[in-house]
Each structure stands twice: as structure tokens, then as C-alpha cells.
């Protein structure tokens, strides 16, 4: 009884650079003669580089079925779906950090207002209230003033503490120009009396 040949014949495809030119070398006369002689060859191809890499992603059951529905009548897969929508998330997520800042320009104003007289009252803030004042004075929203912190700090606790913040100075301004009044008030009545 004869031994079987248990040698395999291993053929490897060249590196390519770009999809175009592995396209352009599997349409050739070399792509084609080397596809040529492999029928009732097992092939698998697998990439050097893979471009997608899975992931899993925990979820409640409902949202699944209910992805898949919006899959199906968009006639795609939920989860090419929803890798779309991470993706244009992802995109905005980037133009808000690295956009310029646009807040409107009386918001700016105003708090370029109050941050001077915080400054020449020497009002006392926490550095996290100086940070916040300092981007508001620049122009950010509180979107951006969010992912700048912290990607996990939430847009609606940005704009709470900035409103706690105003809340705050402006009172503080609002009763220095009381004590003000009231001081420059017995000064008059000092000097309209006599001094008694």
C-alpha cells in the first residue's frame, strides 16, 4: 500500500497596497493564471488587516427586536445600521470639540461682564466655576464645555452648574450695589442733617 501525499501546496497572494491595486492584479493575466488552477481547493482568505474588528455591545432585549425592525424596512442589517449611526454620532461628537466656539454674542457679553466684576470683587469660585466661566467668556457651549471636562459629564449638568454660577454672581453683584446705595444713602442724610 502506497503512502498518501500529505504535502499541501501553499500559494500566497501578493501584499497589496490599496484595494485598486489588488483589483488591477486579480483582473491581470497573473491574478487570472493564479486562480486558475484551484478548483477543488479549499481557500481562505484572511486579511493581514482586518478593517471592522467585532464588538459586543450588552442591550435590553426590546431594543434589539426594535433595531431589527428599522433594519428590515430600511433593507439593511440593524447592525450596519446602528455601526452607521456610531459613526455619524462619532462625527459629530468631533466637529462640536474642535469647532470654534459659538455661543451667541450678548450671551458672551454678559459673561465677559460678569467676569469682570468677579474679578475686580475678587469673588471667590472654585477653579471648576473659574474653568466654566473662563470658556463661557470664550464663547463655548456647554455641548462643548461638556466633552472638554469629561466625555462622561452630561450636557444638562454643564448648563445647571452655569446657570447656579450666573445665579450666583449676579446676586452677589446685585447686593454689593445694595450695600452701595444704602452706604451712599446715610452719607447724604449725614450731610443733610448735619452730621447728627
Known sequence: MKAKNTKEAVATLPDFASREQAAEWLESEEGQDF??????????????????IPITIRMPADLRARLRGLGEQRGMGYQTMARQWLLERYEQEREAVTAEPKAPRPQRARWRELAEWARAHRSKMSPRERILLNWAVDGYTAFQMAHMMDPYVLVHEVEAQLAALEKRLMSAREEKSRRRRTTVERR????????E
Do not use: D, I, S, Y
Open 35 to 52: 486562480f486558475a488552477n484551484v478548483e477543488g481547493v479549499r481557500m481562505r482568505l484572511v486579511p493581514k488587516h482586518p478593517e471592522f
Open 188 to 195: 447724604q442724610v449725614k450731610v443733610t442733617t448735619g452730621g
